[in-house]
């Protein structure tokens, strides 16, 4: 059951973002309100919509990734991009804050480092994406600020520890009030 709607999360959130870049001159300005309307509609679509699941955000940005990729356009502005949108669309569908960035954070550090991009560059990019789409639909941003940077710290331990110390920096560096937080996480 579950397997079966994460399938049609991706898939589904992979079409419409195909579909609503395909022909567009300005792919990196339309992937935010592109992959946003495309999660609110999959999600109206699929019915089976749970609110707290971390792997319903994490699929939309799978998903969403995936179909970036077809046009051709996968960067660290694309993940910012669509992390922003995934959030956004997951809570202006009902989703909680929390599992939204949790999920859509988590998920574009993993596929960054599938695709061979920087995971230093992608956890900033997917922080501060989740910052502003929790932002644009009247979240709490310190909470945001905070579930993200210790999401990437998190999912980055998992990878490796480089991958944790590359992170670490660059979210210290380039996330407002990181530095804060990093101190604050426990290892």
Do not use: Y
Not at 94 to 109: D, F, L, N, S
Request: hydrophobic share 45%.
């Amino acid at each position: 059951m579950i397997f079966s709607l994460i399938s049609r999360l991706v898939n589904g959130v992979k079409g419409g973002v195909v579909a609503g870049l395909k022909g567009t001159a300005d792919v990196a300005g339309s992937i935010i309100d592109v992959v946003k309307n495309t999660v609110v509609t999959t999600l109206k679509e699929t019915g089976e919509f749970v609110k707290e699941a971390i792997d319903i955000p994490a699929s939309l940005v799978k998903g969403a990734l995936t179909g970036v990729g077809e046009v051709g356009t996968t960067t660290i502005k694309s993940l910012k991009g669509v992390v922003n949108g995934v959030v956004q669309g997951f809570m202006k569908s009902g989703g909680e804050q929390k599992p939204a960035i949790q999920g859509a954070v988590g998920q574009a550090i993993h596929s960054a480092k599938e695709l061979g991009l920087d995971i230093g560059e992608a956890a900033i990019a997917s922080v501060n994406g989740a910052i502003d789409g929790a932002k644009q639909v009247g979240g709490d941003t310190v909470s945001a600020t905070k579930i993200a940077v210790t999401t990437a710290l998190a999912t980055a331990k998992e990878i490796s520890d480089d991958a944790f110390h590359s992170v670490k920096e660059s979210l210290s560096a380039g996330v407002e009030g990181a530095k804060d937080i990093i101190k604050a996480w426990k290892k």
